[in-house]
């Protein structure tokens, strides 16, 4: 297996994150090997009403001491998120643009459920408080396309800047595109990630009608399971050339080598084996990597009886005997299931996984599930090399991308 003869390596030189478990990259990347879970009750309003009330929440992120108050006026929650890991990645990357540069420098970002604060806001004004007004700026601020429009204008990319929408592999897919931008040389550099805040009263109750919410902790792979809490935040990166990276002595973080799209075309909430080990070997297939190279999974793990069940299946499909030699671990047991960001978050545990050695647990594990007959990473990290690793994201509507990811 090859890579296109005509594409660029791909490498990623910068990472931001804001998460429940920290609010700049090292400080989520400490957390994920310490085990820690972030999930616990929410603040939010009318708490009461929900029945499923934890969720992962980033705490301490006060946007008054990040933005002016005339930028606040523009921003949801999400898009102030997808700033702020934005800008940790551009500062680690420093990536000295020309002017042409910027033409061609890309910006592509995932979210499955953008403005859910403002949404929640302008509702209650609206149809509780009895309004006849809302803010001006409702619209600019719940746009899907916020987030990458922001980021092009505060960096002043001036190339392909979109965004992507696919419920929980957006950031997958916003990852994936850019990775193609850059590889086929449309675009010299590129910002991409995602950003979710989906943690209102509103869209927690939308999520709590899918009777797929834990009550108490998710438990991914873990016999007794009792679904998924949701997270919030946003993982951003800066994807370049090689050659580009290594021209200017930029840090690489790592290899981006390859991705993987498919679609089940069966139902639109039951996940598919078959859909998903597709596009695992997709991704294997796009990067020349032989699935006996890849160490560690990250893997979509939502702590649904479904989901976790069925990944597995889908990992034995593709790894063959292998699959027993698999470091294989869900984060979102300690940074929730973040929907369009979550993907993110998780291609950054992927990137500390590979620099350090280090495989970040599946914690809250309880007791081992025979449906789940993997090494899932219980409760505490592990020290094991990882030349290679792929992350996984599949999402409601059969929608599924996966990374293939080398150490630098």
């Keep these: 297996m090859s890579a296109p003869s005509a594409a660029r390596r791909v490498v990623v030189t910068g990472a931001g994150v804001v998460s429940a478990l920290g609010l700049d990259a090292p400080a989520h990347w400490a957390a994920l090997k310490a085990g820690v879970c972030a999930i616990g009750e929410l603040e ?3 708490l009461d009403r929900l029945t499923a009330r934890i969720g992962a929440q980033a705490r301490g992120f006060v946007a008054e001491a990040r933005f002016e108050r005339a930028q606040l006026s523009l921003y949801d929650r999400h898009t102030q998120f997808a700033l702020t890991a934005a800008a940790e990645a551009w500062a680690q990357a420093a990536p000295g643009l020309s002017e042409d540069e910027a033409l061609r420098a890309a910006v592509v970002i995932g979210t499955a459920l953008p403005g859910m604060q403002t949404f929640d806001d302008s509702y209650r004004a609206v149809f509780e408080e009895g309004k006849s007004r809302v803010h001006p700026f409702v619209v ?7 987030p990458a429009s922001h980021i092009s204008m505060t960096l002043g990319l001036k190339g392909p800047a979109f965004s992507v929408s696919t419920a929980c592999a957006s950031a997958n897919h916003a990852i994936g595109q850019a990775f193609h931008l850059v590889r086929s040389g449309a675009a010299e550099i590129a910002v991409a990630g995602g950003a979710e805040a989906p943690l209102t009263f509103g ?5 709590e009608g899918l009777r797929v919410m834990t009550r108490d902790v998710c438990r991914p792979f873990s016999k007794g399971r009792a679904g998924m809490a949701i997270g919030e935040g946003a993982g951003v990166f ?3 050339s090689r050659e580009r990276a290594e021209a200017r002595g930029a840090p690489i973080l790592a290899e981006l080598a390859g991705f993987g799209m498919s679609a089940d075309a069966g139902d639109i909430v039951q996940p598919s084996a078959d859909g998903a080990a597709r596009a695992m070997r997709a991704a294997l297939a796009d990067g020349g990597l032989a699935p006996e190279e890849i160490v560690y999974v990250n893997a979509h793990g939502t702590g649904t009886a ?3 069940r069925t990944e597995t299946a889908a990992l034995r499909a593709v790894f063959g005997a292998h699959a027993d030699a698999l470091s294989v671990s869900s984060t979102k047991s300690m940074h ?3 929907l369009g960001a979550a993907g993110a978050l998780e291609f950054a545990a992927v990137l500390g ?3 350090e050695g280090v495989i970040p647990p599946t914690v809250n594990h309880l ?3 025979p449906e789940c007959d993997l090494d899932v990473t219980p409760n505490t990290a592990r020290l094991r090399e990882v030349p290679a690793a792929i992350s996984n994201a599949f999402a409601f509507g059969g929608l599924n991308a996966v990374l293939a990811l080398r150490r630098a």
């Design 353 to 355: 996984a590979l620099a």
């Design 203 to 207: 869209a927690m109750k939308a999520w």
């Design 367 to 369: 007791e081992a599930d």
């Design 336 to 338: 929730g299931h973040a």
């Design 44 to 46: 939010l309003r009318d």
């Design 140 to 146: 600019p601020r719940l746009m899907v396309s916020a």
């Design 306 to 308: 479904a989901n976790d």
């Design 238 to 240: 800066v994807l370049e």
